[in-house]
């Protein structure tokens, strides 16, 4: 394998085995970021992918290996990068796997975007077919996080239609109801009423109900299990007696 490729193995049951496997993912971090010349790093699956992607010039390219990301590993990365370009397979587990990916990134800090490519399943196909020229245009072209899951949301409804579109802008309310930047949810806001043609006031309307909705399901919880609490408290107290 190419020598600067970073392995994410998979995590032992043990605690010191997991700070082993911790310190070499580290390691080969640190070779990676200090070789490359990029100021991202590009996410595949597999070791296949990687290797292509360091023979064709990317070497900061890294790879999860078939395992799923971990915040451990996000926040290793967020020592040698702001931004990640995530480029899992376009099957629909890849795909998965990238929604998983997303807000583990997001939650380190990193800046996260996503490549999909077009006639070819990933990187290592992808550069057999078309080489490093037009794979620089896909990452030079590739969306944001944000981007991806709106499409991903799109993609499953016929929006030309009235309970189409109904039922995307629904899944969309609910995607921007857990975006903190007020600035990223309202330009995206504005760009989705606009294709579709109708008010941002709607949007902004079930936003903000599904919003509400959660901070009171939240404050139900919280007292219910204070009153599981002072049950359990009332219940030894009685028992002591």
């Keep these: 394998m190419h020598e600067n490729t970073i392995k994410f193995t998979v995590p032992g049951d043990d605690k010191e085995n997991m700070r082993s496997i911790l310190s070499t993912e580290f390691q080969g971090l640190i070779e990676a970021a200090k070789k490359t010349k990029q100021n991202y790093l590009i996410l595949v699956e597999g070791n296949i992918d990687v290797?292509?992607?360091?023979?064709y010039g990317f070497d900061n390219a890294i790879a999860s290996l078939g395992t799923s990301l971990t915040e451990e590993?996000?926040?290793l990365m967020?020592?040698?990068a702001e931004q990640i370009i995530l480029i899992y397979?376009?099957?629909?587990?890849g795909q998965n796997a990238t929604q998983r990916a997303i807000p583990i990134l997001e939650k380190a800090g990193l800046q996260v975007k996503v490549l999909k490519m077009k006639d070819a399943k990933d990187p290592d196909e992808y550069l057999k077919k078309f080489g490093p020229e037009r794979f620089q245009m896909l990452l030079e072209g590739c969306t944001n996080a944000l981007e991806f899951e709106i499409a991903k949301i799109r993609s499953k409804f016929d929006v030309s239609t009235p309970d189409g579109k109904v039922s995307f802008l629904k899944d969309f309310a609910r995607l921007l109801a857990d975006i903190r930047n007020?600035?990223?949810?309202e330009v995206y806001l504005t760009k989705i009423a606009e294709?579709?043609?109708v008010s941002p006031a709607a949007i902004t309307a079930q936003i903000t109900s599904i919003q509400k909705g959660r901070k009171n399901a939240q404050a139900k919880k919280e007292r219910n299990d204070t009153n599981i609490y002072i049950g359990d408290i009332a219940e030894i107290d009685t028992s002591d007696l």
């Design 51 to 55: 290797v292509a992607l360091h023979q």
């Design 73 to 75: 590993q996000a926040a």
């Design 89 to 93: 397979d376009g099957d629909k587990a």
């Design 182 to 185: 007020p600035l990223e949810r």
């Design 78 to 80: 967020t020592r040698y």
């Design 195 to 197: 294709e579709l043609g």
